[in-house]
């Protein structure tokens, strides 16, 4: 890999979400498909072969690592560092290659699970694409009152909306507004969601990146992004009050 | 208002004394007086009608808000927002107006006692005007040996003292000195104040202002600055060692 | 002196070791040898009288000092300030001069111990030369899954190393590398030592400095680095697995 550090954003988009995973490794390229730990929200992301400077891979291996750690190792990357992945038996080797001087880390492979999990079907009736700095920041403010936040779409505007004892909080972007880049609705959708997941999945996603939203009434969002070639697909549950 | 970053800036000035406030809403425009809980200080607070870019007040009316909320919210306001603050019932309505994006948010009226208090008369025998930056690191500096700061005038210097088990400190500032603005002495005082208080006093004002501040012997200390057309009277009681 | 943050940052090399200690302060200069808290590292540093501005020393004091306290009064100095040093007795002041400021800071003298230490004399095989910035990002990637580093030297270059439950790290730099300054390997070796004793030591260096490791095999390190004329000599014992 050419640059270290897209490797780096590529992991902290995943990590932001699950602490373990398991690569699949092609021909093809990488995939990885998980459940976070308490199973209301799962990451499907796939990067192909040519996303990578060279790829040499002979059979499908599952590599199953601590992503956490991986991605403080990658977070040590430095300017200008070619990266070098490498199967070494049960461990992965990573290889950042500067100027005359090598930095290796080792990671021991784990078992983190390697059923890839289906990803739920759903007939989504409404789309709505926009800026992911834009959309944290709106994320940031319903915190101040929620820790839910709940989505509607309607023919011409996107709203957002928290409540709590702190008082109540109504974000109304119309299509026209700078945010949004598109608005697609088939049918007026309504859905809530934990915020502390919405957080988290889009704080992976890298700044000035389009990140869209497909919603139903009630159902799990899907939310999708691309960090250059490799494509990020997250499922959140539905919040349904009692 | 036409800019929501002036409300904003003004809230932070309450907030760093009182959490809770009863705003004085009428057709002159809008005023506070509260003691702070521990009753050694307190603020008095007004802004005329002009300041606003448009101000609709029928009849006066007290507005009692969580402070520390209302600023919160005012933080997560965006460059060229506008600021339209509604009486809703018995809440507030805050809406920041942008280009095609309106974000509303409510705040639950409260009762934060409604008697204004009154301001302490004094004689003070003499005056300080300095730059607010200037005195917040003089402030910092005293921080390191005490947690009560003495505040002597004379002729023609402006002496900052503080001592304990780390040390003593001794900050002597003539009056030609470049954070003095002016310095205006009847007759040479000398009193000692909670260092904690006058911190959060003079953190609320903003960088780049002119503070003034009015001693007499062992009286309270009173401090003034402007943020635009707003007012800002703080007074604080003094230590006396007995 | 003419600019206090010179001897800021002396003093908070010193400070990175040890919390308190005693200046020997004699005509030719200042000095300092003591031991850190746990004994496992030393330090020696001396500074010229040519390094002030005025040096006005008549007979050879032991000044002890909480170097924690003198720290975080540089640590409040001025841009532009003169910093003048006192014997008062049983205190020292500090003032910092500025355009028609003053101010003063005085520190009790403490007990520190005067006894100047001994320094290790060992026959070193091998050194190298880096910068410190550089040496900081090695140390601090080492961290990642060791308390402990080890460093090797060799004909044409200088392997850092780490091994831990989260991994392995092994970061080799060739004698080219651009952040080896000079190798000189009179013998290859090799030596293991306390990580946050390294960080702290590297740490009070200021960026932008060249530092030079002395080694030998399972003997201490030296490390020196200069700051303008003042003179830093730390030694570090080794880790030696059992």
Redesign the interface.
């Known amino acids: 890999m050419d640059d270290a550090r897209y490797w780096r954003s590529v992991v902290n988009a995943i990590v932001s979400l699950i602490d373990e995973g398991t690569f699949n490794i092609s021909k093809e390229g990488i995939s990885l498909k998980a459940m976070d730990p308490s199973g209301i929200s799962m990451i499907s992301f796939s990067m192909p072969n040519k996303a990578f400077s060279k790829f040499n891979v002979e059979k499908t291996t599952p590599v199953g690592l601590?992503l956490g750690?991986l991605s403080?190792?990658l977070d040590?990357s430095?300017d200008g560092e070619q990266l070098v992945m490498k199967d070494a038996g049960n461990?992965i080797e990573l290889t950042f290659v500067?100027?005359?001087?090598?930095?290796?880390?080792?990671?021991?492979m784990i078992d983190a699970g390697k059923d890839p999990e289906k990803e739920p079907k759903i007939d989504f009736e409404s789309r709505v694409e926009l800026k992911s700095d834009s959309l944290r920041?709106v994320l940031?403010?319903v915190t101040?009152?929620s820790t839910y936040a709940n989505f509607k779409t309607d023919k011409n505007f996107f709203l957002v909306t928290g409540n709590g004892d702190?008082?109540?909080?109504?974000?109304?972007?119309?299509d026209?507004?700078?945010?949004i880049k598109k608005l697609d609705v088939k049918k007026a959708t309504s859905a809530t969601f934990n915020l502390e997941y919405l957080e988290r999945i889009v704080n992976g996603c890298p700044s000035d990146t389009t990140i869209s939203l497909s919603l139903k009434n009630d159902e799990p969002i899907r939310i999708d992004y691309m960090i250059g070639e490799a494509s990020f697909i997250y499922y959140l549950a539905p919040y349904l009050e009692s």
């Not at 702190?166 to 119309?174: I, Q």
């Open positions: 601590n750690n403080k190792f040590r430095r461990q500067g100027q005359n001087s090598k930095r290796k880390c080792t990671l021991p920041e940031k403010d101040l009152v702190a008082g109540k909080l109504e974000e109304e972007h119309l026209s507004a700078d945010m």
